[in-house]
């Protein structure tokens, strides 16, 4: 398989069934399963999905003192850089709300349950679909007369923020934009949108769950994710929303997809949740099968006690490059806040056993959950960098069979 195929490729173990008429929200074994709303007027506005159909998202709403508060979670779900690619995603869930299950588990961060998600419990909680393969940030269309593919993440996200101002995110007093991988890079490219959206007396956040996408060589000394993101903002028209500040300082715009690059920019008070050893980074940026043809990597991939010494000296260079390119963030930003662990993972904000629990992931005894709160509400500083792999004993869920992207 070409490195394109191995970049889209993707399999997730499902946690929801379909039910085609399901009531808005459900309690099923102490999970949170909460329906799906479509935009209906996405339409007239252009936001739609690959194919054509209507965008939605999961809103669960707030209660009690939350009641004017919300949590935006963009969608992962990896991108597609080309129009074969992005015509097979278009025929999937990715790409289409007509494959997408109507009901989604909200857990971790989006949890209602106090003892498990403590600050953000009783907010206003909206889960946006990603069907776009752009990280809600294409504004193209691509019409041969024989298929036609809609490029429209931008349009999208207005859209679903056109529907949810009316329903309260207008009056919002505190707000917090976040998303895991994909939409984890979703939010470097929307934060500050999202912040003049809302009132001006608000307090604004952004949250990036494993989306500090690294312009990084692979181990054959190639740039495969800049290669592949450069194909990506020429397909899907996004240079034009790239950050502005971020294209005037650079001949490349398009590196400005990259959050190393965007992030200086950025005014809204931000935190970087990351593993320093990212699952999808190591096995998509870092060690494609483009670079390692022979399979060389494929043990270590499965399993990090399986690395040879010369295997680990690469991955601690992968966590290196990551803390150089947050290093003027993490000496400069007075309200910016980060939580940089050691454990193979990619995701730990939607997942209850990173977020919150007994054994979950610490540095310096604090959880994932305790860290981001205490970063936006303002309890304390909460920069926290984990020490090298394999010291960190806290990490209970390594490699999984196939990253969520």
């Known amino acids: 398989m070409n490195v394109k195929t191995i970049l889209n490729f993707e399999i997730m173990l499902s946690l929801l069934f379909f039910i085609a008429f399901a009531p808005w929200c459900i309690y099923s074994e102490e999970r949170l399963l909460v329906g799906m709303t479509l935009v209906p007027n996405a339409t007239a506005h ?18 009690g003192a939350g009641t004017n508060n919300w949590i935006l979670q963009f969608e992962g779900g990896g991108w597609c850089n080309d129009i074969p690619s992005c015509l097979e995603r278009a025929k999937t869930r990715r790409g289409s709300t007509r494959y997408m299950s109507k009901l989604e588990v909200f857990s971790g961060i989006l949890s209602n349950n106090a003892s498990l998600n403590p600050d953000f419990y009783n907010w206003n909680r909206v889960k946006l679909r990603y069907c776009d393969g752009a990280s809600f940030s294409g504004d193209s269309k691509f019409d041969n007369g024989t298929s036609l593919l809609y490029f429209r993440g931008q349009k999208i996200w207005e859209a679903i923020i056109g529907d949810l101002l009316p329903k309260g995110l207008a009056s919002a007093r505190k707000a917090l934009l976040s998303g895991c991988s994909a939409g984890g890079l979703a939010t470097f490219l929307h934060c500050d ?12 956040k952004c949250l990036s ?9 692979d181990i054959s000394l190639n740039y495969t994710m800049r290669s592949f993101y450069r194909d990506l903002v020429a397909v899907q028209g996004i240079v034009k929303h790239l950050n502005q500040n971020c294209k005037r300082s650079t001949n490349n715009s398009e590196l400005c997809f990259f959050p190393q690059y965007a992030l200086k920019y950025i005014t809204t008070p931000y935190f970087i949740l990351n593993s320093a050893y990212d699952v999808f980074q190591f096995h998509h940026s870092l060690v494609p099968t483009s670079a390692d043809l022979h399979g060389h990597w494929n043990r270590c991939k499965l399993n990090p006690a399986a690395c040879n010494a010369n295997q680990i000296n690469v991955l601690q260079g992968l966590r290196h490059d990551m803390l150089v390119a947050l290093n003027s963030f993490y000496k400069n930003s007075r309200r910016g806040g980060m939580f940089i662990n050691s454990c193979f993972a990619h995701c730990q904000s939607e997942s209850q056993d990173t977020w919150f629990s007994v ?11 305790e860290a981001v709160g205490d970063w936006y509400f303002s309890r304390r500083v909460t920069k926290e960098i984990d020490c090298p792999y394999p010291c960190d004993t806290t990490c209970h869920n390594l490699i999984p069979s196939s990253p969520q992207v």
Not at 359 to 369: G, Y
């Open 209 to 217: 769950d494993a989306g500090f996408f690294l312009d990084e060589r």
């Open 359 to 369: 054994d979950s992931p610490r540095i310096h005894n604090k959880t994932i959950a």
């Open 193 to 204: 949108n999202f912040t003049r959206m809302l009132p001006s007396n608000a307090s604004v």
């Open 46 to 63: 252009g936001a739609v999905c690959l194919d054509g159909s209507l965008p939605a998202y999961h809103l669960h709403r707030g209660f």
